[in-house]
């Protein structure tokens, strides 16, 4: 029989659970934080009652200012007439289930926005919203 004492060796930390548990905690925060989306262009929205729309991830942002110029995500037309703009919506997003929100300034003429309203229907978008501010 061997009797002889066996040298123990040191614990060993393995470190592969704890890298594991801290991916999946940065995965965790990162699919659950909320990025608010800033526009550069200032306009003064107008004043509705209502509920407000769930929040969509992907979303094509159209901006008319109180000028009537044009802006898709923030980015101002080459040239601000109507066929720019339609080509402009017609290549902008493949997808044409993505909602299209616009955001008038109140002081935009209307006549701006109704030909957004129409050159979007033609180009094929079924979801289209008017962003507005809660009145106070």
């Known amino acids: 029989m061997n009797f002889r004492n066996k040298k ?12 594991d548990v801290v991916f999946l905690l940065l995965i965790f925060f990162m699919v659950t934080t909320t990025f608010s989306r800033e526009s550069i262009i200032k306009v003064m929205l107008p004043e509705a009652d209502g509920q407000q729309a769930e ?12 000028l009537g110029q044009y802006f898709i ?17 017609t290549a902008s ?7 299209l ?3 008038a300034d109140a002081g935009a003429p209307v006549q701006s ?3 957004v309203l129409d050159i979007a229907s033609t180009a094929g978008f079924s979801s ?9």
């Open 128 to 136: 289209i919203t008017f962003a507005t501010q809660k009145r106070e």
């Open 113 to 115: 926005a109704i030909s």
């Open 55 to 66: 929040k969509q991830n992907q979303a094509l942002m159209l901006t008319i200012d109180k």
């Open 73 to 89: 995500d923030d980015k101002a037309l080459s040239d601000n007439s109507l066929d720019t703009l339609a080509r402009e919506l």
């Open 101 to 103: 929100i616009i955001s």
């Open 8 to 19: 123990s060796k040191a614990p060993d930390i393995s470190m592969t659970p704890m890298i």
């Open 93 to 99: 997003k493949n997808n044409k289930n993505i909602p």
